[in-house]
């Protein structure tokens, strides 16, 4: 195992993202910056200044060439990764929260944000004038979204417990359901397979099968509230991180 620890930050990382090839990782900080790594030979490859408080979570889009950030007022900033250039900005007119959540479907055809409000924007980016849709989605903050691996379904959890399925098309809640006891913090969807991954303050990470809505399986080896839990590329592995401060690894 390489170890190589990056110290360039000055304050609170929020969030990192792997591209698709797993060799460019993204990490957004406090710091309104976004850091670019090289994965392969441990050294930065860029830097992308951000307006203040505008970076928060991020995602890549367009094979990995683009990356894309929310926070502020629930802009959404598009970055050229060769560049460190904004190329795009969306905003979310009339909805002035902070957007907690941001996700591209995997055919880069929408973006989606979640906000504090519990209010969920879609932008569909092959329309011919891109406009915001919001869809009142949850009754609390949106922590997490997932899109199905088609883009035709969006997955949304939030701290009111529910977990949505959202039709991307008609941008329409459809299906609402349960699970967890507490706040739910994250969703990811596996990479092949019709499953999707949960957790939450309950201290669990939950499996969950995509057309059923049955829950698979619950994994209750933390101790503490789960923070986030995510697929290995081939969707073999689980890690989930929690405030027990411990990593854990689970394999099939």
Same mark, same amino acid.
């Given at each position: 195992?390489?170890?190589?620890?990056?110290?360039?930050?000055?304050?609170?990382?929020?969030?990192?993202?792997?591209?698709?090839?797993?060799n460019?990782?993204?990490?957004?900080?406090?710091?309104?910056? $976004?850091?670019?790594?090289?994965?392969?030979?441990?050294?930065?490859?860029?830097?992308?200044?951000? +307006?203040?408080?505008?970076?928060w979570?991020?995602d890549?889009?367009?094979?990995?060439?683009?990356l @894309?950030? !929310?926070?502020e007022?629930?802009?959404v900033?598009?970055?050229?990764?060769?560049? !460190?250039?904004?190329?795009?900005?969306?905003?979310?007119? =009339?909805?002035?929260?902070?957007?907690?959540?941001?996700?591209?479907?995997?055919?880069?055809?929408?973006?989606?944000? =979640?906000?504090?409000?519990?209010? $969920?924007?879609?932008?569909?980016?092959? !329309?011919?004038?891109?406009?915001?849709?919001?869809?009142e989605?949850?009754?609390?903050?949106?922590?997490?979204?997932?899109?199905?691996?088609? =883009?035709?379904?969006?997955i949304?959890?939030?701290?009111?417990?529910?977990?949505?399925? @959202?039709?991307?098309?008609?941008?329409?809640? @459809?299906?609402?359901?349960?699970?967890?006891?507490?706040?739910? +913090?994250?969703?990811?969807?596996?990479?092949?397979?019709?499953?999707?991954?949960?957790?939450?303050?309950?201290?669990?990470?939950?499996?969950?099968?995509? +057309?059923?809505?049955?829950?698979?399986?619950?994994?209750?080896?933390?101790?503490?509230n789960?923070?986030?839990?995510?697929?290995?590329?081939?969707?073999?592995? $689980?890690?989930?991180?929690?405030?027990?401060?411990?990593?854990? $690894?689970?394999?099939?």
């Amino acid at each position: 195992v390489r170890c190589v620890q990056e110290t360039d930050h000055t304050l609170g990382v929020i969030d990192l993202k792997f591209n698709e090839l797993g060799n460019r990782l993204a990490v957004s900080s406090m710091d309104s910056v $976004i850091r670019v790594w090289d994965v392969d030979n441990g050294v930065k490859f860029s830097e992308i200044a951000c +307006n203040t408080c505008e970076n928060w979570k991020i995602d890549f889009t367009e094979g990995g060439r683009t990356l @894309i950030t !929310a926070g502020e007022q629930g802009i959404v900033s598009f970055y050229d990764l060769e560049t !460190a250039e904004q190329t795009q900005k969306l905003r979310s007119e =009339g909805v002035d929260v902070f957007a907690s959540v941001v996700r591209a479907s995997p055919n880069g055809s929408f973006i989606a944000t =979640g906000n504090t409000t519990g209010n $969920i924007v879609l932008f569909d980016l092959n !329309a011919e004038k891109v406009k915001p849709v919001a869809i009142e989605a949850h009754k609390k903050m949106v922590r997490g979204l997932a899109f199905s691996h088609d =883009g035709t379904k969006l997955i949304s959890v939030s701290d009111d417990l529910q977990i949505n399925y @959202i039709d991307v098309p008609t941008k329409k809640v @459809i299906q609402s359901f349960t699970g967890h006891k507490s706040n739910i +913090n994250s969703v990811d969807m596996h990479p092949t397979a019709n499953q999707f991954i949960t957790c939450s303050f309950d201290k669990t990470v939950k499996v969950w099968d995509f +057309n059923s809505r049955e829950c698979l399986d619950t994994l209750t080896t933390h101790e503490d509230n789960v923070w986030s839990a995510k697929y290995s590329k081939d969707g073999n592995t $689980i890690g989930s991180v929690s405030d027990d401060f411990s990593v854990v $690894i689970y394999t099939s």
